[in-house]
C-alpha cells in the first residue's frame, strides 16, 4: 500500500548505535502503530498513538521510544540498539472510530551486530 | 489484555485440497477479526475480515466463520492453488482499541 511508506528499507548497525525508523501515511488516518516481527512470533505491538498527542506503549516497548510529530508522521527510536532487536519493523495505520482494518507500510528489516 | 492463540503454526495442503487455520480470543469484548496473508518480504495484506454481529462472511475461494460463544473464529480456503502459499495471520480487535495478532500459519500448497 503506498499510502503508508516506510524508510530505511533495510538497515544495518552496530550495538549501541542509536537508531531511527519512519514511518509517513497519507490515509488521513489518526491512528499508528509500530510492531515487530520475528519468526514463529508474528506480529508485536511496541507503541501506537491514536492522535497527535495521544501516546501509549505496547507489549514490547522496552529499549524503543516514539515520537508523533504530525498526524502522518511516526518514528520509532532506538536509542541504543541490541542484537536481540534485530527484526522485520512494520508500521501501520487505521481510521479513529471505525472498525476498519491497519494499512501495513513495506516494513524495515534492522540488523543489529 | 487480549490474548489471541492460533493453530496450526504450519501447514501443508495439496493443491485443490483445503485449508483450515482457527484462532481463539480471550477477550469477550472484541468485536473484529482481520485475517492477514503475507507473502514472502512482502506486508501482511488484508484478505478478510468478519465483525462480532456476523457469524461467516465468504468472498470466492475464502471464508471465514466466527463463534463468540466460544471465542474462536477460522479461515478457510477452498480449492488451494500455488499461490495460495503463504504466512497467514488472524486478529482481534480488543476492547483497549488494539490489534492483537496471532502467531501466523505458514500455509505450503503442493502441487
Known amino acids: 500500500d503506498a499510502d503508508v511508506t516506510q524508510t530505511p528499507r533495510n538497515r544495518i548497525t552496530k550495538t549501541g548505535k542509536r537508531i531511527m525508523l519512519e514511518c509517513s501515511q497519507t490515509?488521513?488516518?489518526?491512528?499508528m502503530y509500530w510492531y515487530r516481527q520475528d519468526p514463529g512470533l508474528g506480529l508485536r505491538l511496541i507503541y501506537y498513538s491514536f492522535d497527535v498527542k495521544d501516546i501509549n506503549k505496547g507489549e514490547i516497548s522496552d529499549g524503543y521510544s516514539v515520537s508523533r510529530q504530525a498526524q502522518a508522521k511516526f518514528s520509532l527510536s532506538l536509542e541504543s540498539a541490541i542484537p536481540n532487536q534485530t527484526a522485520l519493523y512494520f508500521c501501520?495505520?487505521?481510521?479513529?472510530?471505525?472498525?476498519?482494518?491497519?494499512?501495513f507500510g513495506p516494513g524495515t528489516r534492522l540488523t543489529v551486530l | 489484555g487480549e490474548n489471541v492463540e492460533q493453530h496450526p503454526s504450519t501447514l501443508s495442503v495439496q493443491e485443490g485440497d483445503s485449508a483450515v487455520i482457527k484462532c481463539t480470543y480471550s477477550d469477550s469484548a472484541s468485536n473484529y477479526f482481520p485475517w492477514y496473508k503475507q507473502e514472502l518480504g512482502k506486508r501482511p495484506q488484508l484478505i478478510i475480515d468478519i465483525r462480532s454481529n456476523v457469524g461467516e462472511k465468504k468472498d470466492q475461494r475464502i471464508a471465514v466463520t466466527l463463534n463468540k460463544t466460544a471465542k474462536h473464529f477460522s479461515l478457510h480456503i477452498t480449492e488451494t492453488q500455488p499461490e495460495d502459499s503463504a504466512v497467514y495471520f488472524c486478529?482481534?480487535?480488543?476492547?483497549?482499541?488494539?490489534?492483537?495478532f496471532g502467531a501466523g500459519t505458514q500455509v505450503v500448497v503442493t502441487p
Open positions: 486478529a482481534a480487535f480488543d476492547s483497549w482499541g488494539k490489534f492483537q
Open positions: 501501520a495505520t487505521s481510521e479513529t472510530g471505525a472498525l476498519d482494518t491497519q494499512y
Open positions: 490515509k488521513g488516518h489518526d491512528r
